[in-house]
């Protein structure tokens, strides 16, 4: 159960290769082979390109945030003492999860890296405000909310089996974090493991879909800037979201992926939604290999129960409400998240 898939954007912060006096010692980031010797090259295709094909996952961003902690203030990277502690508590992490059996095993990883938090620009590393126009949106609801639960229509494309949407398809989650990118000498293609998306992005010029024709991953083109694939995209619904927060049909992406190492991709998605965030921003991610890592079909629709079982168990509590009243009751608990536990979004 593992597809990557990479596709985030950036605009013009490009994360380039720095010296490993950057990141903290021992960090999986000042190991890459681009940090420890800037003249590292990457592999090409037989036509020339960098290649950056395989079997990627976001794993290794697990217990990074995404918007970063007032401590660290405009530090891109923990100190050597912070770093010993956060590779500690993923020591712990996967201690724990590698002996769970069961469905929502956690994936964690392989490697430590020293990133204070995914956001690269603001220079403060977090998501900027968002707008009035953009509070004023309705909130997705779904499993992730606390209903309505009266139609399908109701719970979110995630839950659907649709998308997670452009970028958060690749954000790192409990499990199926994997993609799989190819190449042609005119194509990138990148499939998703978890509900099993498939970008693919033409590159070159080539004409630009009309304002009209809006997608779930947006109309993508690409051209590499020396060794860094990147891709701008547009053309987007405004039904999923990014940063936390629902982005309307202005939403621009643009993604740059640099390959620094034979197990690393550095992946930087630059954010432009004037009508969503006070400013463009940028997060980074380094997607690597994970051992043994296989992607395998991930089956949403066929195993959906959920939304069949959330909607059958509204009706029965509507009924024991209706029961209850007509005796002169109060209605009974609403018992989800003794359920589902305290970990679950809400």
């Not at 779904?142 to 997670?164: A, H, M, N």
């Not at 168990?313 to 409400?321: G, L």
């Amino acid at each position: 159960m593992r597809l990557l898939t990479a596709a985030i954007l950036s605009t013009s912060v490009l994360c380039t290769a720095g010296p490993a006096a950057a990141q903290a010692a021992g960090s999986a980031d000042a190991k890459a082979a681009k940090r420890v010797d800037p003249n590292w090259k990457a592999p090409r295709t037989p036509w020339g390109h960098p290649d950056i094909s395989g079997t990627w996952t976001t794993d290794d961003m697990r217990g990074i945030p995404m918007s970063r902690q007032p401590q660290y203030g405009t530090r891109q990277h923990l100190t050597d003492q912070e770093f010993a502690a956060r590779a500690k508590q993923r020591q712990n992490a996967r201690a724990i999860d590698d002996a769970r059996t069961g469905t929502f095993r956690n994936e964690e990883g392989s490697r430590d890296f020293s990133y204070t938090s995914m956001v690269i620009d603001p220079p403060d590393g977090r998501v900027p405000p968002t707008t009035p126009a953009a509070r004023a949106r309705p909130r997705q609801g779904g499993s992730f909310g606390v209903g309505p639960w009266e139609k399908i229509q109701d719970f979110s494309l995630y839950d659907r089996c649709i998308t997670r949407g452009a970028i958060g398809s690749f954000m790192p989650a409990v499990y199926g974090n994997g993609a799989r990118i190819m190449q042609t000498p005119n194509a990138v293609v990148i499939t998703y493991e978890m509900i099993h998306d498939t970008r693919i992005i033409p590159l070159g010029p080539k004409p630009s879909l009309g304002s009209n024709i809006q997608l779930w991953m947006g109309d993508a083109r690409g051209h590499w800037e020396g060794d860094t694939l990147v891709v701008e995209s547009a053309n987007f619904t405004d039904r999923t979201a990014v940063g936390g927060a629902a982005h309307s049909t202005q939403l621009r992406l643009t993604e740059r992926f640099t390959r620094i190492d034979p197990e690393m991709i550095d992946y930087e998605i630059t954010v432009n939604d004037p009508l969503t965030f006070t400013r463009p921003w940028t997060m980074r991610l380094t997607i690597t290999q994970q051992p043994d890592y296989e992607i395998y079909e991930y089956a949403c629709h066929e195993g959906n129960h959920s939304m069949r079982n959330v909607l059958l168990a509204e009706r029965a509590w509507e009924k024991e409400a209706a029961d209850a009243k007509a005796k002169g009751l109060p209605p009974p608990p609403r018992v989800f998240e003794q359920v589902n536990g305290p970990d679950r979004a809400r």
